[in-house]
Nanobody, 114 residues
């Protein structure tokens, strides 16, 4: 069981930065990540991190601008987003991979103004 709670979204100007956090109140460490979905578009996974924090993957659209990390002592993963662009505007969802299934947070809005 996971209970994921995201925080840190909001409105920022293009070129700015935001840091998203996702805390899991469940009992185990999982591979986790961030996906986003813009209005009228399909959900896109932008970053993934394994349970140890050593293996990370990024979508090409965010590579070099976004950094995923985790602090297992706080049961929290982070997404540092730099040089934000209007096309990064979306609802961002934290997820945990639980075997073949996924648990999802409620989503948090990120809006980048031009």
């Amino acid at each position: 069981q996971v209970h994921l709670v995201e925080s840190g979204g909001g409105l920022v100007q293009a070129g700015g930065s935001l840091r998203l956090s996702c805390t899991d109140s469940g009992g185990r460490m999982y591979d986790m990540g961030w996906s986003r979905q813009a209005l009228g578009k399909e959900r896109e996974t932008v970053a993934r991190i394994d349970s140890t924090g050593f293996r990370k993957n990024y979508a090409d659209s965010v590579k070099g601008r976004f950094t995923i990390s985790r602090d297992n002592t706080k049961r929290t993963i982070y997404l540092q987003m730099n040089d934000l662009k209007p096309e990064d505007s979306a609802t961002y969802y934290c997820y945990a991979k639980i075997g073949a299934n996924y648990g999802w947070g409620q989503g948090i809005q990120v809006t980048v103004s031009s």
